[in-house]
T-cell receptor
Framework: QKEVEQDPGPLSVPEGAIVSLNCTYS??????FMWYRQYSRKGPELLMY????GNKEDGRFTAQVDKSSKYISLFIRDSQPSDSATYLC???????????FGSGTQLTVLP | SQTIHQWPATLVQPVGSPLSLECTVE??????LYWYRQAAGRGLQLLFYSVGIGQISSEVPQNLSASRPQDRQFILSSKKLLLSDSGFYLCAWSVQGAVSPLHFGNGTRLTVT
């Protein structure tokens, strides 16, 4: 079993839809959780960085962490074609050297 | 603000040739530096990380090596490339001595022919 599981998709939604992206993990030592957005042929871009359980909102993006269920989510409201990218979850126990990534979910937002 | 530069963006090299990929960070001092490889449909694999000049830790034994000749410069090298070295190579940095996320460059797509 992988430490971090992420549905690879692909996921296609119409413009304006609410998108839910999810990751599950098995290591209860993970404390810091990140979501990255990666456009084709580009490096991952940090979207959200959270520590505690609960929700963190930034514009159209909301990151949700449920440590009891070992489950994290990223919600995108009012999705736009420019949101089409691969989304990577990542988590660590306190050392960036030990950052563990999901394999990414490919999202396409159709105009 | 901090920026990270990687070059070249794409590279095609024959098997057996040497490799040198360079990464520089601006706007911060004494960062932690990382080299990752990303294979299609798979997650990112940490290759090397560095906490200071001349200090390199290898995470995966392989045909590659890394060096940090200056505080904000990180180089990935190989003496003789293999076909299996093809991939997307990413440099990243994080703040030294603090819990901090990684910030990535735009990567180098290497094709070994």
């Amino acid at each position: 079993q992988k430490e971090v599981e992420q549905d690879p998709g692909p996921l296609s939604v119409p413009e304006g839809a609410i998108v839910s992206l999810n990751c599950t993990y098995s290591n209860s030592a993970f404390q810091y959780f990140m979501w990255y957005r990666q456009y084709s042929r580009k490096g991952p871009e940090l979207l959200m960085y959270t520590y505690s359980s609960g929700n963190k909102e930034d514009g159209r993006f909301t990151a949700q962490v449920d440590k009891s269920s070992k489950y994290i989510s990223l919600f995108i409201r009012d999705s736009q074609p420019s949101d089409s990218a691969t989304y990577l979850c990542a988590m660590e126990a306190g050392s960036a050297r030990q950052l563990t990534f999901g394999s990414g979910t490919q999202l396409t937002v159709l105009p | 603000s901090q920026t990270i530069h990687q070059w070249p963006a794409t590279l095609v090299q024959p098997v057996g040739s040497p490799l040198s990929l360079e990464c520089t960070v601006e706007g911060t001092s004494n960062p932690n530096l990382y080299w990752y490889r990303q294979a299609a449909g798979r997650g990112l694999q940490l290759l090397f990380y560095s906490v200071g000049i001349g200090q390199i830790s290898s995470e995966v034994p392989q045909n590659l090596s890394a060096s940090r000749p200056q505080d904000r410069q990180f180089i990935l090298s190989s003496k003789k490339l293999l076909l299996s070295d093809s991939g997307f190579y990413l440099c990243a940095w994080s703040v030294q001595g603090a819990v901090s996320p990684l910030h990535f460059g735009n990567g180098t797509r290497l094709t070994v022919t």
